[in-house]
């Protein structure tokens, strides 16, 4: 069983995938932590992002083990180096199978990113597309910093957000979009509670018979 949840940047898929596996027992995949890891791969042996092929072979060659406890991932810098190389065939290439692997886990599993409905995972069972709007995520993204007691200024993680979307959206490559299965939940009024109430909704309702402990 795979949850493919799918949306634009700080739209709340990690932390709704979380919760959903945390729920039914599955497995949790933040997809954006692989093509964040080949883009620290580059910035630490100060190569540009610009060059495909060392970006393909970083991918290749990626460690995939604790990515999730490696705070070198997060922040914006890496957000935004992250949908330089993954606009690049052969680095999305690279890093399918295991993201495919990874969701043939029973009992089941959740990614998270950007393509797993359209691209990765084409047969899963359900399809989510968590949207909110700009200025919201920007907000959202905003107080996540301040709360880590980071310096953020609003209006440019506003920009930083408008940017990623518009370059996610418009590569020729597994560009971010729904899935013409997808349900999309637009969470700009809902807090994280109400996300994870009204997303199990839509997965229950979906798959009445075969979700749930
Ligand atoms: N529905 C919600 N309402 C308010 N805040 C939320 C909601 N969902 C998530 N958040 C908060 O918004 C921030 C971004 O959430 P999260 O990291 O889950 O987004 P994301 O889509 O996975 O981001 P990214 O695309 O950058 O990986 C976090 O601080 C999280 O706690
Ligand atoms: N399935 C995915 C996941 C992520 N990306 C790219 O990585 C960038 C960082 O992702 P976060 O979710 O960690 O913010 C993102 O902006 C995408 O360019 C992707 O292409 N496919």
């Excluded at 890891?37 to 991918?59: C, K, N």
């Amino acid at each position: 069983m795979i949850i493919a949840i799918d949306g634009p940047a700080a739209s709340g898929k990690g932390t709704l995938g979380k919760r959903l596996a945390e729920h039914f027992g599955f497995a949790h995949l933040d997809t954006g932590l692989l093509y964040r890891a080949v883009a620290r791969v580059l910035m630490e042996r100060s190569i540009p992002l610009t060059d495909r092929d060392a970006a393909a072979q970083a991918a290749q060659n990626l460690d995939v083990s604790h990515l999730e406890d490696d705070s070198r991932l997060r922040g914006a810098a890496m957000g935004e180096a992250a949908s330089v190389v993954s606009a690049y065939q052969p680095v999305r290439d690279a890093l399918l199978a295991f993201q495919r692997q990874f969701g043939a886990q029973e009992p089941g599993a959740v990614l998270d990113g950007r393509d797993i409905g359209t691209v990765v995972c084409p047969d899963a069972e359900v399809k989510l597309f968590i949207t909110a709007a700009p200025e919201e995520r920007a907000r959202r993204r905003h107080r996540e910093l301040l709360s880590r007691g980071e310096q953020a200024e609003y209006e440019t993680i506003l920009l930083d957000i408008r940017r990623r979307d518009e370059r996610d959206m418009s590569r020729s490559t597994a560009p971010l979009k729904p899935a013409a299965d997808a349900m999309t939940l637009d969470t700009t009024h809902l807090d994280a509670d109400g996300t994870f109430r009204a997303a199990l909704d839509l997965v229950e309702r979906k798959r009445p018979a075969k979700v749930g402990r």
